[in-house]
């Protein structure tokens, strides 16, 4: 839960003559993370002949309507039989595509003539004049709006007329008389002007029978090839994604002699069930290096915030989880600054309905919601009445210095968290120096503890702490030598001790949102009743429950997603910094169905 599930790095030997059948073993077994980063592609011209010819099936397909695909169980295929098909079955397709591509042009103009027809309709008879204008020709189409002007100026220099009008947003449909003599110079006017031309037998009832008839050729003829080729299509179509899948594993081997090597990453409790599969190869396996992929061991009830954890960095192998940790403290610090009753279970209600559609979205509102649920309780916040529950613990709007004392506590034990989190991790990972001396280990906590005890001596109990500044001189200055001894800079050791130490005090004051983030939640409640009353001049009438009504909803709106921001910020820049690095792989395994 804490950490990812342990890996174990192979260096897996494949005999030359088993290397297909030993990868759909390894691609069955289904739990080989392959290192792509070996190899050197040699077998990467298969891999381009396997794709094109797949590719191109898969296109085959689409063109025949066909969305179901089958799963090959068969045995191989000579890939010299599926090229001739493919080709043979291409030019047949090559020649429907054309005709297809002609009749969606057609469909477009005919579409745009009849627009035109019925946009022109009160003021002339397209068809009509097409068919009786005899020594006046007509010439109909669409220009964009910028070149109608110009476009009409030109045509003054001619004997015609003009028709226009507005089609669709930056384009209008014209007609243009004019005398047949003239039709050279109007064809280079309308190129000019980029007109785009509708031909008038697109003004005609026997287009549209002529359209209809073409559409069924089209239909006839891809029935005719569904008939004939459908089964074999779909064969070769499922043969070649497998032989595809195993053409992309074999990219990252290498040679050694009459073997094959491929190396990889399985779950160290997967490798009994992996030599089950693996029948032909000589395994070696090696302990996994910060570079191994990584399969999380989320709980199902944490799963919604690995989908957040993802968007802002994967963790590296060896690393904590940082999922179970981001969970919980998202779901106090949005209860803290979110605190109440109705607002909660506003969020959660939305989240239940939500989450048919988005789950972990939908998780996640439910979870905000209880939590801000659970502290309405302990502040006695019911959609901003403050006098309905009686509060348990502290209200935001009487008791502002505890509010901001008991943020900057949280803060403290979220941020001595997250140093014991890093301490776990560098333990766990051996890398002492670190652990004992690092930002982020025990040495800091040891100054972040020590600080604040010397803080609370001094201000809450007024005590001498000379000697306690004198030994955390000596602790501070143990940290600035490590760090000199690492960066040989006397400069550059003062700058990041510095940064360390300020980075230390930020961190913690930033904590002070919460509690101002609950004040102003509570704030907000106090102007909206303050409006509702201006508002309502009889007791509590309609217009005031009407406002405080809006103003609840403005309240969850706004403050919903300022504190969501608010509470992402905290976990991203002050939780996170010591114990999560990320930058890490996910666990991705080489599967054949």
């Known amino acids: 839960m804490l950490f990812p599930e342990k890996m174990l790095y192979l260096k897996i030997s494949i005999p030359a003559g088993k290397l297909d059948e030993e990868i759909k073993n390894i691609g069955t077994a289904g739990v080989l993370h392959i290192d792509d980063r070996k190899g050197k592609r040699v077998f990467a011209s298969e891999e381009k002949r396997v794709e094109y010819l797949y590719r191109k099936t898969e296109e085959f397909l689409d063109i025949l309507g066909i969305t179901g695909r089958k799963k090959w169980k068969g045995e191989d295929i000579d890939i010299n039989r599926i090229e001739d098909f493919v080709y043979k079955i291409g030019e047949e397709l090559s020649r429907i595509s054309n005709l297809k591509k002609e009749l969606r042009k057609m469909k477009k103009i005919s579409a745009t003539a009849k627009s035109v027809k019925k946009l022109s309709r009160e003021i002339l008879n397209p068809e009509k004049l097409f068919k009786e204008l005899k020594h006046i020709k007509l010439v109909s189409g669409i220009i964009p709006d910028e070149n109608l002007e110009p476009f009409l100026l030109s045509l003054k220099a001619y004997i015609t007329f003009t028709v ?297 109990f007024e005590l001498d702490i000379k000697w306690d500044l004198i030994f955390l001189f000596l602790i501070v200055f143990v940290a600035f030598f490590y760090i000199y001894k690492k960066s040989r800079s006397a400069t550059q050791s003062v700058i990041n001790l510095f940064r360390e130490l300020l980075e230390t005090i930020t961190n913690t004051v930033s904590f002070v949102r919460l509690g101002a983030f609950a004040l102003a939640h509570a704030s907000l409640f106090l102007a909206v009743f303050t409006v509702a009353r201006l508002l309502e001049s009889a007791e509590k009438g309609i217009i005031y429950w009407l406002v405080i009504v809006a103003g609840n909803i403005f309240i969850i709106v706004l403050e919903g997603i300022i504190v969501t921001i608010q509470t992402l910020r905290l976990e991203y820049y002050e939780f996170f910094k010591r114990f999560f690095e990320g930058g890490g792989v996910p666990y991705r395994p080489f599967r054949l169905d």
């Open 164 to 460: 226009h009008g507005r089609l669709s947003e930056g384009s209008l449909w014209f007609f243009v008389f004019y005398l047949e003599e003239e039709y050279p110079r109007i064809k280079n006017l309308l190129k000019k002007n980029q007109a785009e031309l509708i031909p008038e037998e697109y003004f005609f009832e026997e287009k549209e029978e002529e359209i209809k008839k073409k559409e069924e050729k089209i239909k006839n003829l891809l029935d005719g090839i569904k008939n004939r080729y459908i089964e074999k299509l779909l064969d070769y179509n499922s043969f070649l994604k497998l032989r595809y899948k195993i053409a992309k594993a074999k990219q990252p081997l290498e040679v050694q002699g009459d073997y094959y090597i491929i190396y990889g990453w399985i779950p160290a409790k997967k490798l009994k069930l992996f030599k089950k599969f693996v029948k032909y190869s000589k395994i070696e396996t090696f302990p996994a290096g910060e570079d191994a992929p990584v399969l999380l061991k989320t709980p199902e009830f944490f799963k919604p915030f690995e989908r957040i954890i993802k968007g802002f960095s994967y963790p590296k192998y060896g690393e904590i989880n940082p999922t179970v940790p981001f969970g919980i403290t998202f779901l106090i610090f949005f209860g803290i600054m979110f605190g109440d009753v109705g607002h909660g279970l506003v969020l959660s209600t939305a989240g239940f309905i939500l989450r048919k559609k988005y789950r972990d979205l939908g998780s996640v509102l439910v979870l905000s919601g209880v939590s801000s649920s659970s502290f309405g309780l302990l502040y006695g916040s019911f959609f901003g009445f403050h006098d309905l529950i009686p509060h348990l613990f502290i209200s935001p709007i009487y008791d502002v210095e505890k509010l901001l004392i008991f943020s900057i506590a949280v803060g403290i034990t979220v941020i001595s968290l997250s140093f014991i989190l890093n301490i776990i991790s560098l333990l766990r990972r051996k890398k002492i120096k670190s652990l004992i001396f690092g930002e982020g280990g025990m040495l800091w906590l040891l100054i972040y503890w020590y600080s604040i005890g010397i803080f609370v001596k001094a201000v809450v």
